[in-house]
């Protein structure tokens, strides 16, 4: 796979991937290598990654708590005392070797830490490879609120291996895919129909969908890197979706969904809101709403659940003068951003996806 490149950092794959890194070590002097990880990755995936490098460069690994949970400035905190005590300078470099609470975390931890560092992102879960990794997005949960507090700065590569997906449980498999299916529909129709057609056959093709998926997001994020206007896309599903991520992982008796779990939804009832004031095809939202639940099946979402999460939506990142902004569909692969929407359609959308059930 030929890598995809910008002026400021570039995506290798697979087998070129640690050629580049390797290349890049010989390079640069760093003083120090600090490889972060979470309690998964350091059991599954750190082995593998260290017996691809070659450097004399004295590596630190430094472990981090697994989940959304720990996606916190107290876990930055920890970290940033960390590099501290092990004598991280700014001649240092920053590894990131997980998911995507490991990739947007230690990235913002490495533009933070002595006002910067450099890092590099490694990807070991499909989510993080085909979103999280890709795009510069770094930060932080602010309380239950998603990635309140972060910078946009998109390092110095991503490395995505696909071969460590094989450490990954189908659910974390389905949560990454919720994202490549969300390309599809921002982007175009062949996309959308040869990512729908993976879910019911065959992986084999995966590798070659992620590079595509990977495409689509590089492609939006080169022109619009501060998300001023067309970046916005890749929110479709995110209003709600978010949203509904945050309000299950605050409340007591309410299962944590993934990340791509709570976006399936999102990207259902934004359909559903897209059929009703945009004119979207009726024909294509029966088949999104089949696609979705046939992957991710149904939550419950209560009807006295519905204010709590639509009092959640006014933190959504895309906001404006105090205005609650969504991303829409007229067609597939025909985005419409900024589209406000009323509470009783909110509620109509809930009911459309309660009765799916």
Known sequence: ????????????????????????????????????VDTN????????????????????VIEIEAGEQHKTIDTCVGVWNALSDLGADRKSLIINLGGGVVTDLGGFVACTFKRGLKYINV???LLAMVDASVGGKTGVDLGSLKNQIGVIDSGEMVLVDTTFLETLPQNQLRSGLAEMLKHGLISDRIYWNKTKDLSQNTWDELPQLIYESVHIK??????????????????FGHTLG??????????????????????????????????????????DLLDITNVFKTIYGHETIETEDHQAIIELLKYD??????????VLLEAIGQPKIDCLVDNT???????YYKNLN
């Open 218 to 235: 590089h492609e939006i994020v080169e022109k619009d890197p501060l998300e001023n206007n067309l970046r916005k896309h890749l929110n």
């Open 242 to 283: 978010h949203a509904i991520e945050s309000y299950f992982l605050s409340h007591p008796n309410k299962k944590e969904l993934l990340h791509g779990e709570a976006i399936a939804i999102g990207m259902i009832m934004e359909s559903f809101i897209s059929s009703e004031i945009l004119g979207f095809s009726k024909e």
């Open 317 to 326: 990142k895309k906001n404006e003068h105090g205005n609650i902004n969504f």
């Open 123 to 125: 990807p070991t879960s």
């Open 41 to 60: 990755t350091h059991e599954h995936c750190l082995s593998k990654f260290m017996s691809q490098l070659e450097t004399d460069v004295s590596i630190e």
């Open 1 to 36: 796979m030929i890598s995809i490149t910008s002026n400021t950092y570039a995506v290798h794959f697979n087998d070129t991937c640690y050629k580049e890194l390797n290349a890049y070590l010989k390079a640069n002097r760093f003083s120090l290598i600090f490889i972060i």
């Open 345 to 351: 359609l909110l509620i109509k959308a809930f009911e």
